[in-house]
Antibody
Framework: EVQLVESGGGLVQPGGSLRLSCAAS????????MNWVRQAPGKGLEWVSY????????YYADSVKGRFTISRDNAKNSLYLQMNSLRDEDTAVYYC?????????????WGQGTLVTVSS | EIVLTQSPGTLSLSPGERATLSCRAS???????LAWYQQKPGQAPRLLIY???SRATGIPDRFSGSGSGTDFTLTISRLEPEDFAVYYC?????????FGGGTKVEIK
C-alpha cells in the first residue's frame, strides 16, 4: 500500500525557515517523481513544486521560486521542501503527492498533509 | 501560466440529480492533460479523472469527463449522498501545473 506521511509543519515567524519532510513507503520511491501541493485555510489547491525521480528536473510555482527548495533522498525514501523567507501567504496545509505512474504530473496518492502557519 | 476558471462556484442540487461542472482554460491545454479531483472537508483530494476523460481506478462510472482545448466538463450523472464535496480541475500539460478555484456541490 502506498503511504506518504508529511512532517515538519508548525508555527514560524515571517521571514523564518522551515523544512518539511515526506516519508514514502509501499512503492519503489526512487522510480517516481514527486510533488508538493498546498492549500491555504478555506482556499483551493495550489501546486508548489515537482521533482523527477533522479532529481534532474525540478519545477516551482512562481509564488515560491527563489524561496523554496525541493529535494529528495532516494536512499531514505524521503522527499523534502526547504522553505525560506516565509510569508503570511505561505500559511497552508502542505501535501506531498505522487502520480499513478512514475513520471506523472497529476496525483493519485496524497499524504495527510502538514500545517504550516506563518505568523508573528 | 495557464489559468483555470471553474464554474459555477457553488452548485446546489438534490441527490439523484445530474451535476455539470465546467473548467475553462486561459489557453489550450496540451494533449488534454486535464485532471479532476474531489475533496471532502478534512481530507486530501481524491483523483477522479485524468487525460480529460479517463476514470481513475475505483471511480464509479457515474463520474465522466469530457472536453479538449480550453473547455472541459465533469459530469456526475446521478448524485449520491457521498458526492457532495468540492471539485477541482488541474492542468498538467505545462508547468506550472495549475488548479482551478473549485466548485462546491452542495445539497439543495
Amino acid at each position: 500500500e502506498v503511504q506518504l506521511v508529511e512532517s515538519g509543519g508548525g508555527l514560524v515567524q515571517p521571514g523564518g525557515s522551515l523544512r518539511l519532510s515526506c516519508a514514502a513507503s509501499g512503492f519503489t520511491f526512487s522510480s517516481y517523481s514527486m510533488n508538493w501541493v498546498r492549500q491555504a485555510p478555506g482556499k483551493g489547491l495550489e501546486w508548489v513544486s515537482y521533482i523527477s525521480s533522479s532529481s534532474s528536473t525540478i519545477y516551482y510555482a512562481d509564488s515560491v521560486k527563489g524561496r523554496f527548495t525541493i529535494s529528495r533522498d532516494n536512499a531514505k525514501n524521503s522527499l523534502y521542501l526547504q522553505m525560506n523567507s516565509l510569508r503570511d501567504e505561505d500559511t497552508a496545509v502542505y501535501y506531498c503527492a505522487r502520480g499513478p505512474q512514475p513520471s506523472g504530473y497529476y496525483y493519485k496518492y496524497w499524504g495527510q498533509g502538514t500545517l504550516v502557519t506563518v505568523s508573528s | 501560466e495557464i489559468v483555470l476558471t471553474q464554474s459555477p462556484g457553488t452548485l446546489s442540487l438534490s441527490p439523484g440529480e445530474r451535476a455539470t461542472l465546467s473548467c475553462r482554460a486561459s489557453q489550450s491545454v496540451s494533449s488534454s492533460y486535464l485532471a479532476w479531483y474531489q475533496q471532502k472537508p478534512g481530507q486530501a483530494p481524491r483523483l477522479l479523472i485524468y487525460g480529460a476523460s479517463s476514470r481513475a481506478t475505483g471511480i464509479p462510472d457515474r463520474f465522466s469527463g469530457s472536453g479538449s482545448g480550453t473547455d472541459f466538463t465533469l459530469t456526475i450523472s446521478r448524485l449520491e449522498p457521498e458526492d457532495f464535496a468540492v471539485y477541482y480541475c488541474q492542468q498538467y500539460g505545462s508547468s506550472p501545473f495549475t488548479f482551478g478555484g473549485g466548485t462546491k456541490v452542495e445539497i439543495k
